[in-house]
């Protein structure tokens, strides 16, 4: 749906270390992970052309020469992409204080601010548009949860005004948290103090509200998810494949798998739930891959078992191996016999020699 939002322009923050992704982060900023057989980015991307974006600034930090020579000038993609970097963190006010100073537009004019591990289906032209019609200062997506006693919690008046950020609490006064996506007019992004670690969240939403300024709240139900964990980053790459939140930049069908060019699949193997292929990876006869996402190169041996993880780029599962809810590392190997569940995590070139780990006896 291409919107009429001409010219806008948009601050994409990509600076964080992603360090709840470890491994897999170690050697890759999160938002260029794969997804959904792309860059997570490139969904990101591809949406915000969609909703009429022309322009993103990307506020880089940690590792940020690894976004230019993915991404280039944006020409591609259709659009115009422009890099900036913080030397030092700056918090997510800083950052996007440092980032603006490559935008052209106006002090009046709208700019989107977008959070780099954030997977949303909410409609950003209508956010844009709530935003230019009631003259606010700032408007703040904002998504309903089941559980929003792990999430600051973000209550508005009958008017749609943001009344409060409110730390967690085991009690919260609504199930309405923020979504992490944010439309600033111009001015109020040059009133951030540049230069300085500055957190939006902590104290440029809270000062805003507490000096009278039009804060809103653009509430929706739609798919949202942080991918900042594992399990997240593999339900949002399955989503993604199994077509539950369109996205322009998938390189295929939706359905039960994705296969990359020059992967290898056993048709005795099973390959279900959303499961990603990479390139050039193989999957042998009896093996099983559930909704987990396999790296470029990677091998699943013979009546091997992956559910609900990570394998990295070039890692090995070997023979009758069990890998569930996991994370392998790049270039990684688990040999036969080894289970792996629950959140396991093994670092890049580690070898796991046959029957090394285990969650039951029956070798």
Not at 194 to 220: C, H, K, M, N, W
């Amino acid at each position: 749906m291409e919107s009429s939002l001409p010219g806008l322009e948009a601050i994409l923050l990509v600076g964080g270390q992603g360090t709840r992704l470890r491994p897999l982060t170690i050697g890759t900023p999160k938002p260029l992970l794969p997804t959904a057989g792309v860059p997570f980015l490139a969904h990101q991307l591809a949406q915000a052309r969609s909703f009429g974006v022309r322009r993103i600034v990307f506020a880089t930090s940690y590792k940020a020469s690894m976004f230019e020579p993915v991404f280039g000038d944006g020409s591609s993609m259709g659009l115009e992409l422009v890099y900036m970097t913080e030397e030092t963190p700056l918090g997510t006010g800083g950052a996007i204080r440092n980032a603006a100073q490559a935008l052209t537009c106006g002090p009046d004019d709208p700019v989107l601010v977008l959070n780099g591990d954030i997977l949303s289906g909410h409609d950003v032209g209508d956010q844009v548009r709530q935003h230019v019609s009631r003259g606010a200062a700032v408007t703040l997506h904002l998504t309903e949860v089941d559980d929003p006693s792990r999430f600051g919690c973000v209550p508005t008046d009958a008017d749609g005004r943001v009344t409060a950020f409110l730390e967690k609490t085991p009690h919260p006064v609504t199930n309405r948290i923020n979504a992490g996506c944010y439309v600033f007019t111009r001015s109020v992004i040059d009133s951030i103090p540049p230069g300085q670690v500055v957190s939006v969240e902590r104290q440029t939403f809270p000062g805003l509200i507490d000096s009278g300024a039009l804060v809103l709240g653009y509430a929706d139900s739609s798919y949202w998810l942080d991918v900042g964990t594992p399990a997240a980053f593999v339900k949002g790459s399955r989503d993604l494949v199994l077509g539950r939140l369109g996205s322009p930049a998938l390189p295929g069908p939706t359905g039960e798998s994705l296969t990359l060019d020059g992967a290898v699949v056993s048709y005795e193997a099973e390959v279900t739930g959303g499961s990603v292929i990479g390139a050039r990876a193989v999957v042998e006869a009896g093996a099983s891959v559930s909704g987990s996402v396999l790296g470029d190169g990677c091998v699943i041996e013979k009546g091997a078992t992956v559910v609900d993880s990570l394998i990295g780029l070039g890692a090995r599962i070997a023979k009758g191996a069990v890998v569930r809810d996991s994370v392998i590392g790049d270039g990684a190997t688990v040999g036969p016999g080894n289970e792996l569940q629950a959140g396991a995590r093994v670092w890049p070139g580690v070898v796991l020699p046959e029957c090394a780990v285990r969650f039951s006896s029956d070798a």
